[in-house]
């Protein structure tokens, strides 16, 4: 069965940066697009952003831009987030998540966008 | 700061309906598919409704998705106490060339 199992939780300083990592088994890594979503206590999912693990290409939400960098082992079949600069505000929990398909749908071509499997989820907290 | 809305509160008593509501824009909702995501409490959002309208498999059929314009709503029939959770909405926003989430619903099963 497909599985995304993410590395343990991280508590870091003020300007650290922490790496979480990604493995998955159960399907062609190379075939689906990992990507990361956060959640800090009390808010909402936030979306950061998407990386290919075939072809390395990735991309980042905006707000990231700059301070996180995506990258994968094809030979383990794993991705990694690593985020820099790391703040009081990004305490979160951190979730990897497979993207279910890819293309457009109808004759108005929109957009399928969705993550059917998700890694259990990794707390990262900055904390002086 | 979530460019979809969602009421922060939903709640009803068990073998009822409860509808959720989802309102975007024309850059997200009202140009690409809708998905819903339910995070029960200490566990990863799963998903529960795709392109608009589709049920994954494993998915009850008590859960419906439908979309109209720029807003969506997700409707939980036969509303029972496993479904007391958090429920977000979701869609890729051409403008922000990002995926985006709505602000999150919590339903409550009194």
């Known amino acids: 069965q497909v599985q995304l199992v993410q590395s343990g939780g991280e508590v870091k300083k003020p300007g650290a940066s922490v790496r979480v990592s990604c493995t998955a088994s159960g399907y062609t890594f190379t075939s689906y697009d990992i990507n990361w979503v956060r959640q800090a206590t009390g808010q909402g999912l936030e979306w950061m952003g998407w990386m290919n693990p075939n072809s390395g290409n990735k991309a980042y939400a905006q707000k990231f831009q700059g301070r996180v960098n995506m990258t994968r082992n094809t030979s383990i079949s794993t991705v990694y987030l690593e985020l820099s600069s790391l703040k009081s505000e990004d305490t979160a929990v951190y979730y990897c998540a497979r993207r279910r398909t890819k293309g457009y749908i109808g004759p108005r071509r929109e957009r399928e966008y969705s993550f059917d499997y998700w890694g259990q989820g990794t707390l990262v907290t900055v904390s002086s | 700061q979530s460019v979809l809305t969602q009421p922060p509160s939903a709640s009803g008593t068990p073998g009822q309906r409860v509808t959720i509501s989802c309102s975007g824009g024309s850059s997200n909702i009202g140009s690409n598919t809708v998905n819903w995501y339910q995070r029960l409490p200490g566990t990863a959002p799963k998903l529960l409704i795709y392109t608009n309208n589709q049920r994954p498999s494993g998915v009850p059929d008590r859960f419906s998705g439908s979309k109209s314009g720029t807003s969506a709503s997700l409707a939980i029939s036969g509303l029972q106490s496993e479904d007391e959770a958090d429920y977000y909405c979701?869609?890729?926003?051409?403008?922000?060339?990002?995926?985006?989430f709505g602000t999150g619903t919590k339903v409550t099963v009194l």
């Open positions: 979701a869609a890729w926003d051409d403008s922000l060339y990002a995926y985006v």
